[in-house]
């Protein structure tokens, strides 16, 4: 079993930069592929980026390919999402996930466990 907890959200101007992190507990987090995900108000939850147990590989949601990069510290047991030239449009709760089976799926049904959100609100 793993838990989640993001942290490092907030309120921040357009074209401004925030850092999320994702503490894990438990002795595994290297086995785990791990997701950030977002929901804003009234839609449903999508894709943002995804990395892989070592770290080596990444994939992004076309929205925010180029802006964010995801990382992770296997020895600190943390991801991290580095989000750059933030847009209104980015505001959102943001989620961190973990997934036993394989790296780089979209869909939140393949993430096997969730952290609660951390809110992010980019003004305009």
């Known amino acids: 079993q793993v838990q989640l907890v993001e942290s490092g959200g907030g309120l921040v101007q357009a074209g401004d930069s925030l850092r999320l992190s994702c503490a894990a507990s438990?002795?595994?987090?290297?086995?785990?592929?791990m997701g950030w995900f977002r929901q804003a108000p009234g839609k449903e939850r999508e894709f943002v980026a995804s990395?892989?147990?070592?770290?080596?590989?990444?994939s992004y949601a076309n929205s925010v390919k180029g802006r964010f990069t995801i990382s992770r510290d296997n020895a600190k047991n943390t991801v991290f999402l580095q989000m750059n030239s933030l847009k209104p449009e980015d505001t959102a709760v943001y989620y961190c996930?973990?997934?036993?089976?394989?790296?780089?799926?979209?869909?939140?049904?393949?993430?096997?466990?969730w952290g609660q959100g951390t809110q992010v609100t980019v003004s305009s």
């Open positions: 438990g002795r595994t987090f290297s086995s785990y592929a």
């Open positions: 996930a973990a997934d036993r089976i394989y790296y780089g799926r979209t869909s939140p049904r393949d993430y096997d466990y």
């Open positions: 990395i892989s147990w070592s770290g080596g590989s990444t």
